[in-house]
C-alpha cells in the first residue's frame, strides 16, 4: 500500500504549537483585557470578511483563460489557511530546513538578492518514506515565507477532480501567479508523473499529466524572462512561484519529470538525537514519570520510526494509565490517574512497528546516493 494507517491519519492537529507569541507581543500594551479581547473579536471578524472580500476580489480580477467555477474550487479546496506550521514545530531535519530557506524562503522574502547565478530552481522534490515531515515541511515553508500555500494531493486530482482536471491544473498555475509568491505542493506526486507505458496510462490521466508539465514550463520560461504576457510583470509573478512536490515512491517519477526537479532533497528517517527531541516534544504534553534513562532507552526502542510512527506510538501509550481502569476511569478525578511510564511505551511496541523495514528503507537510500541531496 501507498501509505500506512500512521501516515493518513492526521496527528499534525496535535502538534504543540509553540506560536501564541505574536499575539502576546501585539497586545502587550497598556490595554486592559477586556480591550484585547474585543479588539482580537473584531479582528477575526475583519479578518473573515477580508478573506470573502479578497476571495470575491481575485474571483472579478482572474486573468485570462482562467475557469471561474475551476478557481473558486481552489480558493475553497486548495488553498491553506490557518493552522500554519512553523520551523519549530518540526522535529530535526535541519539540513532539510537550511535547504529550503537557501532554494525558497530568502528568495522569496528577497528576490533582488536572488537573480543571475543565484536564480532560484523553480521545482523542488521531497522524498522520502512516509510520515517523515515532508507534508510539515512545505507547510513550514510556506509560512516562513508568507506565501499562498497550494495544497493539493495528486491522486486527488486524478481521482476527485477527474474530468475537471485540465481546467483546475490551469487556474491552480495562474492563481498561484496571480496571488505570488506561491508554494503549489503536489502531495503523491508520483501518481502523476509516473512513468508508466502511454498505452496503459488511462487517458484522462495522461492529459492531466501533459497539462500539468504544459503549465510548469510555461512558469519556468516565465520566470527566466522568456516569456512575452498581457500580466503586468509576469516574470516576477513567476519567478516567485514553486513547485514543491513529495513522494514516498521517488523511483516512480519517470526521467523526464525527474529531471525538472532540479533540486531532490532526501527526507529520510529521524536520527536518534530527532526521535529524542520529538519525544520530548509528546511528553510534554501528558503528566509522565519517565527518567532521562527511560527517555535514552525509549530512543533506542524507537529506531525505525518515522516522526508519525514515534507519534502514533506516544498517543497509544498515554492511554496505557487508562486502560488498566476499565470504566472505573470515569468516575475518578484526574489526579488519581497514573503518569505514563516506560511500561505503557513498551506495551504499545508490540503493536505499533515502524511503518518502513529495513529492505525499503535500503531502497530510499539507494536512490538517495544516486539521485538526490541527503540530509
Ligand atoms: P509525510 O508528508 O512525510 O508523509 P507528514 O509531514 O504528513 O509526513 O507527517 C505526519 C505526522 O507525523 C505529522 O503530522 C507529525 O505529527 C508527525 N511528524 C513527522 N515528522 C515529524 C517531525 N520531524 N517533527 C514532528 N512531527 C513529525
Known sequence: PRQSYLYTSSYGAETPRTKPEPLKRRYSGRRSTEDVVESTAREKQTDKNDKKTSTAAILKNLPPGIDESAAKQILNDIVVQGDEVHWSDIAGLEVAKNSL???VVYPFLRPDLFMGLREPAR???LFGPPGTGKTMLARAVATESKSTFFSISASSLTSKYLGESEKLVRAL???AKALAP???????IDSLLSHRSDAGEHEATRRIKTEFLIQWS???RAAAGRETSSSANPRNEAQRVLVLAATNLPWAIDEA?????VRRQYIPLPEPQTRETHLRTLLRQQNHSLTEEDISKLVQLTDGFSGSDITALAKDAAMGPLRSLGEALL???KDEIRPMDLSDFEQSLKSIRPSVDKEGLREYEEWAEKFGERG
Do not use: H, K, N, P
Open 101 to 103: 530557506r537557501e532554494t
Open 123 to 125: 521545482g523542488m522534490l
Open 173 to 175: 498555475f495562474g492563481l
Open 182 to 188: 506561491s508554494i503549489i505542493f503536489v502531495d503523491e
Open 218 to 220: 510555461e512558469l519556468q
Open 257 to 261: 519529470a525527474r529531471r525538472r526537479f
Open 331 to 333: 468516575y475518578m478525578t
